[in-house]
């Protein structure tokens, strides 16, 4: 089914490309075949979706038995103390974050999460990574080199005329949609750390646990660097949302000009910038740097000196809460790898508002760690190596509003 579905939506790029061609030749009727294709086609591709999805539901609501991870979890971790190589399939990786926190299904998508300290290795605090990783829409693309997704730009518009002025006349032609294609191919991501060599004193289980939640936490870190900013090549493999761009090298983000820093205004601009003319956004977050949720904290009113901002960081996650300005409530989440506005350059790119889902995670196979002795042995360590194939991009036009500091300061 997933493959299927994976050729109906790169036969869907192919009959847009062609429609797009025939458009330009100025070919309409041609065009308008081909158009009634690709929403024939939507059809079909809607129908295998809602398959898909609920197969999906079935298999993460599935309660797993506990017997059975645990001798999976023992056999795993012979493997790693021997030195070979444990492998996490994508939707295993993901199926295990569901049944853990049982607030994410696979249609909103997650990435690893951490499982929690050995009992004898401490972490230090605020060892928390960006929630962002949690909140993107993730798809399974394992096979496969590259993946292309169709989205919207503008959309057809209608026009009207007076009865007897139109009768028996040429109607005005109504403006042409337009399309675009948001890629998304692989990137390497990597995982090398160190641990003592007394880790492996621990049950084996624990010991499985703890270097997969360090590989884990590591990967999660750097995504959520990768998610925002990219990966930072002239010609990007994963484009972040501050740098999204469509296969014809156009923005899929929005830019915000921010002038005055940090203010009591903020956030209204960024509320009201994101979204279409007739509506405001849904779903959307604030992702910022800690120092700029710090500096909307440190506002307060000329007169009556109280708080602009209501900050309220979330119980169970210190990572994002939710900011009370007026009577309007916007969910945040601190990301150390955005750009600080308070007191950023000129023409910087700094805080991003938007909705997760419209940025699309790529897992391009299996996740895979191993423990390698001989690297730092004369320093009793232990070498924990990950490696994965991970892409993304912004699927949705405009999907994100970044906010960029003024070229002349």
């Given at each position: ?384 190596l990950g490696d994965a194939m991970v892409g993304g991009n912004l699927v949705v036009d405009k999907g994100f509003v970044v906010a960029t500091t003024p070229a002349g300061g």
């Amino acid at each position: 089914m997933r493959r299927k579905l994976i050729d109906l939506k790169t036969q869907r790029t192919a009959l847009l490309e062609g429609a797009e061609a025939l458009l330009k030749a100025g070919k309409r009727e041609e065009y308008r075949a081909e158009m009634e294709k690709v929403s024939n086609m939507n059809a079909d591709i809607k129908d295998l979706q809602d398959l898909i999805q609920e197969q999906d539901r079935k298999f993460l609501d599935a309660a797993p038995d506990r017997g059975e991870e645990r001798d999976k979890a023992l056999e795993r971790a012979e493997v790693l103390k021997k030195g070979g190589e444990v492998k996490f399939s994508a939707r295993e990786t993901i199926r295990d974050v569901y049944q853990a926190s049982k607030q994410i299904t696979l249609a909103t998508g997650t990435i690893v999460q951490p499982t929690g300290a050995g009992a004898n290795i401490r972490d230090p605090l605020g060892n928390v990574v960006s929630s962002i990783v949690d909140e993107v829409y993730v798809q399974d693309l394992t096979g496969m080199s590259a993946f292309l997704e169709p989205y919207v730009i503008s959309e057809v518009d209608a026009k009207g005329g007076k009865v007897a002025t139109t009768a028996g006349t040429a109607r005005t032609a109504s403006t042409d949609p337009k399309f675009g294609v948001a890629k998304i191919s692989p990137y390497e991501l990597t995982v090398t750390t160190y641990v003592d060599r007394n880790i492996s004193r621990l049950s084996p289980a624990n010991y499985y646990e703890k270097i997969r939640s360090m590989a884990m936490r590591a990967m999660r870190r750097k995504l959520s660097d990768l998610i925002v900013n990219g990966d930072g090549q002239g010609s990007p493999d994963m484009f972040g949302i501050k740098n999204a761009k469509n296969v014809a090298s156009e923005n899929i983000f929005a830019a915000l000009e921010i002038a005055g820093g940090v203010t009591e205004n903020l956030l209204t601009e960024l509320f009201f910038a994101y979204g279409g003319d007739e509506t405001i956004g849904a779903n959307a977050r604030l992702y910022c740097n800690k120092k700029d949720l710090r500096a909307l904290g440190k506002i307060r009113g000329a007169q009556d000196k109280k708080r602009v901002f209501d900050i309220q960081p979330e119980g169970g996650n210190p990572n994002r809460g939710m900011i009370s300005d007026g009577g309007t409530m916007i969910p945040y989440a601190i990301n150390s790898f955005l750009t600080a506005l308070d007191g950023a350059g000129t023409s910087a790119q700094t805080m991003v508002y938007g909705d997760p889902m419209n940025y699309e995670l790529g897992l391009f196979g299996e996740f895979t760690i191993r423990v390698d002795e001989s690297v730092k042995a004369v320093e009793r360590m232990f070498t924990i190596l990950g490696d994965a194939m991970v892409g993304g991009n912004l699927v949705v036009d405009k999907g994100f509003v970044v906010a960029t500091t003024p070229a002349g300061g």
